[in-house]
C-alpha cells in the first residue's frame, strides 16, 4: 500500500504542473485586441469572411462576439478550424498549418469564458487586406499563365437547397502528350467562389499507349486524383525532374460540393489551370 501511494503522489508531481499551466491559462485576461484577433486572422479569416464560402464574418469584434458560444464548442472540440491532424500521433510540422496550438485554443477558449471581452481597440492588428480578385495564385511563380484551362460544366444552384454534389465530366482537349509542372483550382467567378465549398479533379484517361477513353473507364480514388481545392489552398507545384503525365483524349472528371447560401447561383463553375513542362522530365 505504501509503494502504491509513493506513486500516486509521484504521478501527482508530474501532472500538477501541467494542471497549474491550464488554470493559470483560464485565469489570465484574454481580450480580442490584445490576443484573440490576431489568432483569428492567422487560421480563420481567410474562409469567415464576406465572399467566401463560410457562413458568417468573423473580421470585427462585433461579429466574433455575437457568436462566441458557438466559437467555443467548435474549437473546443476540435471542429475547427478544419485541421484533422492527430495532435498526439505522427508528424505535426507542416508548412501552411491551419490548425490551432494548445495555447491558441486555451487562449480562445478563456476569452469566451471571460465573456468575450474586447480590450483596448488601439491594441488590436491592423485588418488584413484580402485580394478577392480572380486571379490564379501560381502565376507569378511559374512566370505565366496556365498553358491549359479546362473549365467545368457550370451548375444551377438554387437559394435554398440541401448541400449538392455535382460530377460532370470535360475533355481536356490535348492532342499530344504532356508533362504537368503545376497544377491550380479555382472558382470561375464571384458567385462560385460563396458556394463552391470545395472540388476535385480526377484524371481519367488510357495509359496503355491507346487514344481515347474504354466507354465503361472506372475512375478510382487514390492515382487517379489529379488535383483538389478548397479556400485556402493556391495549388500543386510538382518537385524538379518529376511531373504527372497527361495523354490526348483525356478527360477532366470533377467533384464540386456545393453549399447554398441564400442567393441563386446559375452558373456555378470551377476552373483548373495546368502548366506543363518544356520538355519531358
Not at 476540435?78 to 507542416?94: L, Y
Not at 485554443?105 to 465573456?115: E, K, N, S, T, Y
Amino acid at each position: 500500500m505504501r509503494g502504491t501511494t509513493k506513486t500516486y503522489l509521484a504521478l501527482a508531481a508530474l501532472v500538477m504542473p501541467v494542471l497549474v499551466f491550464a488554470q493559470s491559462e483560464v485565469e489570465r485576461e484574454v481580450t480580442w485586441s490584445g490576443e484573440v484577433a490576431a489568432i483569428f486572422q492567422e487560421k480563420c479569416q481567410e474562409c469567415h469572411r464576406p465572399n467566401s464560402i463560410a457562413p458568417m464574418s468573423l473580421l470585427s469584434y462585433e461579429e466574433a462576439k455575437l457568436f462566441a458560444p458557438v466559437i467555443r464548442f467548435r474549437v473546443e472540440n476540435r471542429v475547427m478550424p478544419p485541421w484533422h491532424v492527430n495532435p498526439q500521433v505522427g508528424i505535426q510540422d507542416f508548412a501552411n498549418d491551419r490548425g490551432l496550438s494548445d495555447e491558441e485554443r486555451a487562449a480562445i477558449l478563456a476569452w469566451v469564458d471571460q465573456g468575450a471581452p474586447e480590450g483596448d481597440a488601439s491594441e488590436a492588428p491592423a485588418p488584413l487586406n484580402f485580394n478577392d480578385a480572380l486571379v490564379w495564385r501560381l502565376e507569378d511563380q511559374m512566370g505565366s499563365a496556365p498553358d491549359l484551362v479546362v473549365e467545368s460544366e457550370p451548375f444551377d444552384l438554387d437559394a435554398v437547397t440541401q448541400d449538392k454534389w455535382f460530377r460532370p465530366s470535360t475533355p481536356t482537349g490535348l492532342t499530344e502528350e504532356r508533362w504537368v509542372k503545376a497544377i491550380e483550382i479555382r472558382p470561375k467567378n464571384d458567385a462560385s467562389r460563396r458556394v463552391v465549398h470545395h472540388s476535385l479533379a480526377f484524371l481519367v484517361q488510357q495509359e496503355d499507349g491507346k487514344r481515347g477513353l474504354p466507354e465503361d473507364v472506372d475512375v478510382p480514388f487514390g492515382p487517379s486524383l489529379f488535383m483538389e481545392w478548397a479556400v485556402g489552398k493556391a495549388g500543386q507545384i510538382f518537385r524538379p525532374d518529376t511531373g504527372k503525365l497527361m495523354m490526348p483524349g483525356s478527360q477532366i472528371m470533377w467533384e464540386m460540393h456545393l453549399h447554398a447560401n441564400g442567393e441563386r447561383v446559375p452558373n456555378a463553375q470551377v476552373e483548373l489551370g495546368v502548366w506543363f513542362h518544356d520538355e519531358p522530365p
